[in-house]
């Protein structure tokens, strides 16, 4: 089983960067890493959910085109936290923030509970 958490500022104030950190703990994590995609997605005020990026067991990152040039996902060398950061924010990225370990098929099995930023002066 796998637990992930958000954390990180709630307030960001426009053209700064949000940097969120997820973190990645569980029983079998040691074994499961390899078996996700640790993405971060978004929910805007009344929106859809909205995927942003993904990096890869091997390392390897995928962010979405609408967002590529302002985006980094990361990862720390114990595998067990993965951070974002969105630079030269705007109100429009005023969103829930969600981590989430998604299998190579898509289908997700496990969320972080989420963490609601704002981007306001």
């Not at 995609?37 to 995927?51: A, D, F, N, V, Y």
């Not at 590529?68 to 923030?97: G, H, I, M, N």
């Amino acid at each position: 089983h796998v637990q992930l958490q958000e954390s990180g500022p709630r307030l960001v104030k426009p053209s700064q960067t949000l940097s969120l950190t997820c973190t990645v703990s569980g029983d079998s994590i040691v074994t499961d890493y390899y078996y996700y995609h640790w993405t971060w997605l978004r929910q805007p005020p009344g929106k859809g959910l909205e995927w942003i990026g993904h990096i890869t067991y091997g390392g390897s990152t995928y962010t979405t085109p609408a967002l590529k040039s302002r985006t980094s996902v990361s990862r720390d060398t114990s595998k067990t936290q993965f951070p974002l950061q969105l630079r030269s924010v705007t109100p429009e990225d005023t969103a829930v923030y969600y981590c989430a370990a998604a299998r190579f098929s898509g289908a997700y099995d496990y969320w972080g509970q989420g963490t609601q930023v704002t981007v306001s002066s």
